[in-house]
């Protein structure tokens, strides 16, 4: 059953990409759409890491995780090293939680 499923998803995969390949030049998206179609992979990628920030499943996160999100958010802005980003956010959510905060 799962061989037959991952079969399946493959090849609906493949469909699509082709299906884009081959409809390239009979599909004309308006100046506009052509202009925000890009901007949409950012949106998209904004509000998962949004939900994923604030929720943890069905319920809400508690004030530890987007307040350490927050902490690598601003360092990252500032341009800080990545390693500096991470241990900063991770050390934030560590002492919030240390602290009592969910």
Do not use: C, K, N
């Not at 904004?46 to 004030?63: E, H, P, Q, R, V």
């Not at 530890?64 to 390693?83: D, I, K, T």
């Amino acid at each position: 059953m799962l061989i037959a499923a991952v079969v399946i998803l493959g090849v609906g995969t493949y469909t699509m990409r082709l299906g884009g390949v081959l409809l390239r030049e009979r599909l004309h998206l308006s100046g506009t759409v052509q202009r925000l179609l890009p901007m949409s992979a950012a949106a998209l990628l904004a509000a998962l890491a949004a939900t994923s920030t604030i929720m943890a499943g069905s319920d809400f996160a508690g004030l530890a995780r987007p307040a350490s999100v927050a902490v690598g958010a601003l360092l990252a802005w500032r341009r800080a090293p990545f390693v500096v980003v991470v241990v900063a956010a991770a050390g934030s959510a560590a002492l919030l939680r240390l602290a009592g905060l969910p």
